[in-house]
Structure formats: structure tokens, C-alpha cells
């Protein structure tokens, strides 16, 4: 039996790694992720899913779109640009499903296909809604899902601190470590990418102008400037880890107005 571990390069798979092992037993665990260009992936995330892997003396596994090495790999922004869409059929992130998805199933087809494994994922319990929906779709393909941030009551660790591994610097602005200038990611996301990536934020805005659609409901990253760089010139501290009501009241306060604020949906991007 494999124990295949999404393997994302976040905390939550970080630890659902070192839960699967210490109770399995490293033979049958594969740390399967999907390596993400780094122009859009930090540095550390990269250290930081090393160093664990490291720490379990296991490989980490490569899915990657068209099987490509690390320096060849496009970012999210290519895809949508290279596919004229944000979105496919069923309205779920396109750069999700070419970078993720789709390797994915390719690789569980090609080294799971007699479905003698569990597959791990990162969802903790409050989370339960992302739990059933992952479940249902994995098990419509026949395979077996497990939480055991969420479902397992022996658990034996509660941060990589206490293996000695810090978790990845990106935490210090953003709240997961998915793509910076995540296409799924609301306001509060991509005023941070406006302060610390520009070049980033603009190659966004362009392909926004090439695909006519915008990335955010009904509002382009272009018209969202003049907001951003007001709030940044008035220190408005770039973090998601504000929740996102209280952060664009403080931001009201200073007299800079949005529009309702959204509702953002959780991403997705699960590997
Ligand atoms: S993390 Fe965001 S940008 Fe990256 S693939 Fe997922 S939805 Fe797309």
C-alpha cells in the first residue's frame, strides 16, 4: 500500500508528511508535489519543503506540467496567457488545472493505477467542507483520501519548529504558500503583490488586458492601482494574516473607500 502525501511546500503538508511516516514508516511514503517556477514560488518555500524531506530522508516526487525541469516551468500567469482563459469548463482555476490537477491525474495513472494507496491531504477541521468535496472527487476516481490534520486523534507534532525546521518566510505576508499573485486570491492578496512584486502585478494586469477578463470580480488590477499605491504611500501593512474584514475597515478609516468587500473563496491548489 502507498501512502502518497500531497506534498504542497506548505506547513499543514509539512506536518501531514511527518505524521504519515512516523506511523507508517518512510518505504511506502512518496512526497509528491508539484514543482512551481520560481519566479513565483519563494526561495524559502523551496527550503523549506528540502529541509523536510530531508529530515524524513525521503525524495520529493515531481509532477510537473509536461514533465518540464525546474527552470523550464511556466508560471501561472504563461498558462492563462498561453490558453486565452482564467478558467476551464466547470469554472475552476485554469493555472490550477494545467499546473496541478492534470499532472496530477497523469501521475496517479501512472504509478497508482491499481488505486493500492491513500492519498493525504493538508485540511484540518475546520475545513470540513474542502474535506467532503475532496473526498468525493477523489473517490469518484476510485481512490482513498485521509486528514489526518483533521481526523487523526494521536497526533505527534504540531509545528516543523520542533523538528528544527522554521516554516517558510512567505508566511510573514501571506497566509498560504501558494503562487505569489495567486489568480484565485482576492484584493488584500494582490495589494501585497502591488507593494513587493510590480513587474509580477503588471504582467498580470497585461495578461488581464490580452484575455479580457480580470483576475478579482468585476474590478481589473489595472483600475486597483491608484487604491494600492494610496494605501501603500498611507503604510497600510501588507499581510493577509489581518482578517480581511478588519483590514479594509482600518483601510475606510484612512478615508480610502473599496467597494464591498469580497468574498473570498479558499483556494483550490491543494498539492
Ligand atoms: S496557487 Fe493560485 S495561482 Fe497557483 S496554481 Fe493555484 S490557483 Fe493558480
Known amino acids: 500500500m502507498k501512502h502518497i502525501v500531497c506534498y504542497s511546500g506548505g506547513h499543514s503538508s509539512a ?5 504519515v511516516v512516523r506511523r507508517f514508516g518512510k518505504e511506502q511514503v512518496v512526497l509528491l508535489n508539484h514543482d512551481i517556477s520560481s519566479k513565483v514560488e519563494h526561495q524559502d518555500v523551496k527550503r523549506f519543503k528540502q529541509e523536510v524531506a530531508d529530515y ?17 516551468l511556466p508560471d501561472q500567469i504563461d ?10 469548463g466547470s469554472g475552476t482555476e485554469l493555472c490550477t488545472a494545467r499546473l496541478k490537477t492534470e499532472p496530477f491525474m ?4 501512472q504509478n497508482a493505477e491499481d488505486k493500492n494507496c491513500v492519498i493525504y491531504y493538508g485540511f484540518d477541521a475546520n475545513e470540513r467542507h474542502r474535506i467532503q468535496r475532496r473526498s468525493s472527487a477523489m473517490a469518484a476516481h476510485g481512490y482513498r483520501t485521509d ?12 509545528q516543523t519548529i520542533e523538528v528544527g525546521i522554521n516554516p517558510p518566510m512567505q508566511y510573514d505576508y501571506f497566509k498560504h504558500a501558494n503562487c505569489i ?3 484565485k486570491a482576492g484584493r488584500q492578496h494582490w495589494y ?14 497585461k495578461a488581464e488586458d490580452e484575455i479580457g477578463y480580470t483576475i478579482i470580480n468585476d474590478v481589473s488590477l489595472r483600475e486597483l492601482a491608484p487604491m494600492f499605491e494610496r494605501m501603500k504611500n498611507a503604510g497600510v501593512p501588507m499581510s493577509e494574516h489581518i482578517p480581511q474584514q478588519r483590514f479594509w475597515a482600518d483601510v475606510k478609516k484612512l478615508g480610502i473607500h473599496i467597494d464591498d468587500v469580497e468574498v473570498v473563496k479558499p483556494c483550490e491548489c491543494v498539492l
Open 192 to 205: 501585497i503583490v502591488y507593494c513587493v512584486r510590480p513587474k509580477l502585478y503588471e504582467k498580470a494586469a
Open 106 to 109: 497523469g501521475w496517479l495513472a
Open 79 to 88: 498558462v492563462v496567457l498561453k490558453a486565452k482563459a482564467f478558467k476551464v
Open 181 to 183: 499573485g495567486c489568480l
Open 147 to 158: 486528514y489526518p490534520l483533521a481526523l487523526w486523534t494521536k497526533r505527534t507534532i504540531g
Open 56 to 72: 524524513l530522508g525521503l525524495p520529493i516526487t515531481y509532477a510537473n506540467i509536461g514533465g518540464l525541469a525546474a527552470d523550464e
Open 15 to 19: 506536518l501531514v508528511a511527518i505524521e
